[in-house]
């Protein structure tokens, strides 16, 4: 409740930066909830798969005198098990991107953009101007965050052959450029009742006050422009230690 004679315009600042607080410490436990189902899915079903493997190997190499018939069934369960042991992989790579805490953001994006291109056949050339760029952790996985959704959508939406993606550092943002060469899209399919992809890239990035621009012809492909600065004491003040 706004206090009386209280100026409404900063009752207004201080519920927005609380629930930009929320919305960031949300965002923190969904990572961490994401980690632990990384772990889960990489410790034991990777490692199931992985041991159902051997067996399997060790069992075709007995059948030498069998039938064909036979052990072309047994390839057929090992080709099976390949597969479901590169998408425990790839979705364990998704879920926690561990590689954004050892190696860096321009690593990570280097290494999702070389899934997609391996998941989807599109092309996917990367410039990475800095590997030393430096973000606060949070803001750090929010960028990679919605590079990831920016992807799907050009695998959802785009038809495009090809994506130019840019890591650079310019004066106090952090910019990475996405740009497609498919079909691009209305400005009005950003309001669709039912999709929230664009929506989530702009308050995710907002929360580290950053943007998101985009610039989509049609036909001639989509550019999206996300930025988030490389320090930001207003959102580490109203968010930060006082409120945990
Ligand atoms: N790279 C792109 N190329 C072409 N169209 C796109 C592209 N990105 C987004 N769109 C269009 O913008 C719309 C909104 O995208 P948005 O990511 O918000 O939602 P969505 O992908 O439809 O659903 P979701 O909520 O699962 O993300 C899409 O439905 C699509 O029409
Ligand atoms: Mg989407």
């Known amino acids: 409740m706004i206090p009386p004679g209280q100026p409404l ?12 607080a929320l919305s960031n410490h949300l965002e923190v436990a969904r990572e961490e909830e994401r980690e632990r189902i990384a772990r889960d899915i990489h410790d ?14 060790l069992l075709a190499a007995r059948l030498d005198g069998d039938p064909a018939q036979l052990r072309k069934r047994v ?28 190696f860096g953001l321009g690593a990570a994006i280097e290494c999702q953009a070389e899934d997609f291109t391996q998941r989807t056949g599109i092309a996917c050339r990367i410039v990475c101007a800095d590997h030393d760029i430096q973000l606060a952790r ?39 450029e996405v740009r497609d060469d498919g079909k691009g899209f209305d400005p009005a399919d950003m309001d669709k009742p039912r999709s929230f992809g664009l929506r989530g890239m702009r308050e995710r990035l907002a929360a580290f006050g950053g943007r998101l621009e985009i610039d989509s012809m049609r036909p001639g492909g989509t550019r999206l422009l996300l930025a988030v600065p490389l320090y930001d004491e207003r959102i580490r003040h109203d968010s930060g230690e006082q409120d945990r």
Do not use: W
């Open 138 to 176: 949070d803001a750090e996985v929010a960028l990679f965050r919605t590079f990831q959704e920016a992807l799907t959508n050009v695998c959802k939406h785009a038809c495009a052959s090809r994506v130019e993606v840019r890591l650079t550092e310019e004066g106090d943002d952090v910019l990475l």
């Open 75 to 102: 390839r057929g369960i090992e080709r099976l098990l390949d597969d479901a042991i590169a998408t425990v992989s790839r979705v364990t790579r998704e879920l926690r991107p561990g590689i954004l805490k050892d």
């Open 9 to 20: 315009d900063s009752s207004t600042d201080r519920l927005n930066s609380r629930l930009a």
């Open 44 to 57: 034991v079903l990777g490692g199931h798969l992985v041991a159902i493997k051997i067996e399997t190997a």
